[in-house]
Each structure stands twice: as structure tokens, then as C-alpha cells.
């Protein structure tokens, strides 16, 4: 299993591999004329020494066939991200970036898990992946510095709100222990006073619960700061992305989408896998055809599930209120929606099913 057979390899091509972790890499080189790839172990980040051995690789197959080969070099995406695939392709090298959870992998019995068969099936995989085997796996976008800037914004926004929504409840939960209801935590917070407050005995809190709650209304403060800051950068900042700000304030133009699912959606497009999409091109104006492509590129990033349902009517009510109920598109997106909704609740369904046969079991 681990040979490849030399027929099979294109004697043009040095295909590589690339595994990564946080202190070493490993390398594995296929010669067209070996059984058996070279391995190459790496410090972790030493990109001049891996520019060495891909260089010094060429050059040696380059003797032996006359001219110089192209390179294709894999990796799976992890924590180094995008920038080791913008760094090899500026440097002629051919860089293809492997969504981990595509790959197949023998789920007959428990498989050996080291650097070496890691590196090895990857090759494997891209070597049968340039013959033309393109279900072998899963390619992930490349984003450009600017692309892959304009995301953070977004990413940070949802984590202070996810942050936000916590002290809340945080908040909530503290002063209902107390017998104190009916007060509106993220609009309050500014004008609640803590010492003023009585619980459900007649007394006021007790000093360092005052104090706590005080503490968390400090830190809930900082955060909305925060969110109303990333706010302002989003929708005021220039970017150099003049395509992608175009797309958002287009989607603004409906009403049903706002500044933040405008921003996610824009800057989502294509999604983080490179999905090609065949399809005919609309005869209406450019500027419609711009809104409904940048929430259907969304919609195949998010997938199926809640999200992708809820997507998928965003998309097939835009498409009706663009090209009319009679348009293909819309017939076709209408069918998706249900499509999502069904296995979004039969999941759910099953779900349940599954907790309470897990709960009668251990009963």
C-alpha cells in the first residue's frame, strides 16, 4: 500500500507533501524513478531550508531528465494557515491546501496515527489526485492577505458577542438567585444600581455579591465598547478589497439583511472550499446578479443544517424577488430549501431519539 507505482507518476511533476506540526515538519519528496518517496525532516517555520530541499530536488531530477520539473506540493490546513501556501506560490511552487476531514481514510479497524503515514498518504492522495481523481478529497480556498484580513472583523465581532451574551446571563442568573426579576440586563446595565437593589427577602444584596455583579457590569461595558468599535472599523474603514465592500453594500439594499450578515456574507464568498460552480449566466442587470451570487457562494459555505436553511430562504426569497416565481433559480433554490429543512428537523429528531435511548439504557 505504501508503493506507488512509477508508471502512474508524471515524469514532469515532483509531487510533494508536507505534514506540519507546531515544532517539526516532515517533507516527502516522489521521485518518478523511485518506489519509495524521500523524506526530509524540517524545523517547524524553516522555510529556507524547505525552499532548500524543493529546490535542490529539482535540480537533481532536472539532470536526470533534461529539463526542470514543475513542483505540486500539499498540505492538510491547520495552524499555519494560508500564509506557507501564499509564501511557495510566489515562489513558483504549485501549492494545493487539503481540507483534513476530506480525506478517506479505512475505517475497517484502528489505523496507525505518525508523521511518516501521514506524509505518505498525502502523496498518495495527490499523486492519484493529478491523475484526475478529483473525489480523493477536498481543496480549501486561498485567500489573499486582504481577503483573509477583512475576516477578522467578523470573527472578532461574533466572539465578544458570544462574550457578551455570557455576562449577561452571568448577570441574570446572580440576581435571580436573589428573587430579583424583570430587569433588562444589556439595555439596563449603564443605569443599574446595584446598592438600590432588594431581593426577594426585603433586604439589600450582600457586599461581595454587589460587588461581583458590579465587576461583571465593568467587563460587559468593555465589551459592548469593543463590539461598537469593531462596528464602526466594519463599516467606515477602507479596505482594499474594492469588490468585496461592493457586494456588501449591495446586500445592504435589502431590507431583510443588515451591517452584520451583510459583512459575513460578502466576505464569505466561495466559502472555504474551492467549489466550482457550473451554471449559466443571468441576462439581468449585473448588479442583481452580484447580491444573489454572493449569498449563494455563501449558502454552499455554510452547508446544510440550520444555518444553510435559513441561507437557503435568504437566497430563494431574494431570487423570487429578482427574477419572479417562474424563474429556474428560484424553483431550483425553493426545492433546496425544503431539501435543508427536512434533514435539518429529521436531525434534530434523531437526536432526541438518541439522548433518550442513551438515558433508558443507563437507567
Not at 481514510?105 to 481523481?133: P, Q
Request: net charge positive; hydrophobic share 40%; aromatic share 6%.
Amino acid at each position: 500500500m505504501d508503493q506507488t507505482s512509477s508508471s502512474a507518476i508524471s515524469t514532469t511533476t515532483l509531487h510533494c507533501a508536507l505534514e506540519l506540526s507546531r515544532n517539526s515538519w516532515l517533507l516527502a519528496i516522489q521521485f518518478p524513478d523511485r518506489e519509495q518517496p524521500s523524506l526530509y525532516p524540517i524545523e517547524g517555520g524553516n522555510t529556507e531550508k524547505l525552499m532548500a530541499k524543493l529546490t535542490a530536488a529539482r535540480d537533481c531530477w532536472a539532470k536526470v531528465s533534461g529539463s526542470p520539473p514543475a513542483i505540486t506540493l500539499c498540505y492538510e490546513v491547520g495552524y499555519d494557515a494560508f500564509w506557507l501556501a501564499r509564501f511557495l506560490m510566489g515562489r513558483g511552487i504549485e501549492c494545493l491546501v487539503i481540507d483534513p476531514g476530506s480525506l478517506q481514510v479505512n475505517r475497517c479497524g484502528r489505523r496507525v496515527k505518525t508523521d511518516r503515514v501521514d506524509v505518505k498518504m498525502l502523496l498518495r492522495t495527490l499523486i492519484a489526485w493529478c491523475r484526475g481523481e478529483r473525489h480523493v478529497w477536498s481543496l480549501v480556498r486561498i485567500p489573499s492577505i486582504d481577503e483573509e484580513d477583512l475576516r477578522r472583523s467578523h470573527r472578532e465581532r461574533g466572539r465578544l458577542v458570544r462574550e457578551r451574551t455570557a455576562h449577561i446571563n452571568r448577570i441574570k442568573g446572580l440576581l435571580f438567585g436573589q428573587g430579583i426579576r424583570g430587569i433588562n440586563v444589556k439595555s439596563q446595565y449603564k443605569t443599574l444600581a446595584v446598592d438600590n437593589l432588594v431581593t426577594g427577602e426585603g433586604h439589600r444584596l450582600p457586599p461581595r455579591l454587589a460587588c461581583e455583579i458590579a465587576r461583571e457590569i465593568q467587563r460587559l461595558a468593555m465589551v459592548q465598547e469593543q463590539i461598537a468599535k469593531i462596528e464602526r472599523e466594519r463599516d467606515t474603514a477602507p479596505t482594499p478589497c474594492e469588490a468585496t465592500e461592493r457586494k456588501r453594500h449591495l446586500l445592504l439594499q435589502l431590507k431583510s439583511i443588515g451591517p452584520a450578515i451583510s459583512a459575513l456574507l460578502s466576505e464569505r464568498r466561495g466559502g472555504h472550499r474551492a467549489v466550482d460552480v457550473h451554471r449559466k449566466p443571468y441576462s439581468e442587470p449585473a448588479s442583481k446578479t452580484l447580491i444573489v451570487e454572493a449569498v449563494g457562494n455563501s449558502l454552499i459555505s455554510f452547508g446544510g443544517g440550520t444555518a444553510g436553511a435559513a441561507m437557503a430562504f435568504v437566497a430563494a426569497n431574494m431570487m423570487q424577488l429578482f427574477y419572479g416565481n417562474g424563474s429556474t433559480a428560484s424553483r431550483w433554490l425553493h426545492q433546496l430549501t425544503y431539501v435543508l429543512v427536512v434533514i435539518s428537523v429529521a436531525g434534530f429528531i434523531a437526536g432526541i431519539c438518541f439522548a433518550s435511548t442513551a438515558v433508558t439504557t443507563s437507567l
